[in-house]
């Protein structure tokens, strides 16, 4: 079996709340696209090999303030 071929439990749920904390974090398109490609990474990309790049991105999403709303 491939030692890729599968993610941990606590890897998948992290990169699913990264997936929904990018959208706040970056409103709009860069966070939508953060997301998605969280996701498929979760889904896909985790066979492909390295998770450096990935999990880096995880952990800046994770580590950065949610912007308040401004005040209407």
Known sequence: MNAHAS???H???????????ATR???GPVGELLSRELLSWEEFGYRLGSRGMI???VDAVMKAPVPRPEAA
């Open 7 to 9: 993610m941990d439990h």
């Open 11 to 21: 890897e998948r749920m992290r990169l699913r709340a990264a997936a929904f904390r």
């Open 25 to 27: 974090v970056y409103p």
């Open 55 to 57: 999990m880096g991105i």
